[in-house]
């Protein structure tokens, strides 16, 4: 059975840091790009981050561009993403999900996401 | 970036009623368009790949189509299961969006 599940959420003061992990298993996990998805209260899922399967391909939103950063460790089954200079706006559920990636040009490229996790809040505040 | 714009925003619906959602891109792409379902408090569920490819799992009487830039999502008769927040979502260019979501409603 495939699981998906994230830990290390909590509330961090602005201008703070936080570290997300997510722990996969089920699948070979080494074959598989994995991404973040948050989600604000009331509003729509917005795509954070994604990674591929051996790390050469990385991506992630504007909005998150130059704060946070995205890794994993294939021997550990696990993604991570890294928070720093944390707005009030980053208050969300942030959700980790497998993508099995598609090739475009040659690169790897996100797909769709399967397997998602219960998700880990992240609340910003003073 | 490519916007994503679903309608209707929300709807109500009954029993065994068909339903149809749309979400229209800004700008050309083709089929890369996904469908969620997502339930208060949970994490989305992935019921469409690449605009029409249902996922494992996933009951027959959801479906997805592509006319250009409007993507489909129907629903063939409505289940008490499948009151939820549905989502649309482009990944054929960076960044990838969402829809604004769908919340379907017991009438």
């Known amino acids: 059975e495939v699981q998906v599940v994230e830990s290390g959420g909590g509330l961090v003061k602005p201008g703070g840091s936080l570290r997300l992990s997510c722990t996969a298993s089920?699948?070979?996990?080494?074959?598989?790009?994995m991404i973040w998805v948050r989600q604000a209260p009331g509003t729509a899922l917005e795509w954070v981050s994604s990674?591929?399967?051996?790390?050469?391909?990385?991506y992630y939103a504007d909005s998150v561009k130059g704060r946070f950063t995205i890794s994993r460790d294939n021997a550990r089954n696990s993604v991570y993403l890294q928070l720093s200079s944390l707005r009030v706006e980053d208050t969300a559920i942030y959700f980790c999900?497998?993508?099995?990636?598609?090739?475009?040009?040659?690169?790897?490229?996100?797909?769709?996401?399967?397997?998602w996790g219960r998700g880990a809040p992240v609340i910003v505040s003073s | 970036d490519i916007q994503m714009t679903q309608s209707p925003s929300s709807l109500s619906a009954s029993i065994g009623d068909r339903v149809t959602i749309t979400c229209r891109a800004s700008q050309t792409m083709t089929k890369y368009l996904n469908w969620y379902q997502q339930k208060p408090g949970k994490a989305p569920k992935l019921l469409i790949y690449?605009?029409?490819n249902l996922q494992s799992g996933v009951p027959s009487r959801f479906s997805g189509s592509e006319s250009g830039t409007d993507f489909t999502l129907t629903i063939g008769s409505l289940q008490p299961e499948d009151f939820a927040t549905y989502y649309c979502?482009?990944?054929?260019?960076?960044?990838?969006?969402f829809g604004q979501g769908t919340r379907l409603e017991i009438k």
């Open positions: 990674i591929s399967s051996s790390s050469n391909y990385i």
């Open positions: 089920g699948f070979t996990f080494s074959v598989y790009s």
């Open positions: 999900a497998r993508d099995p990636a598609r090739l475009s040009s040659g690169s790897h490229v996100p797909y769709y996401f399967d397997y």
């Open positions: 690449a605009a029409s």
């Open positions: 979502q482009q990944t054929y260019s960076i960044p990838i969006t």
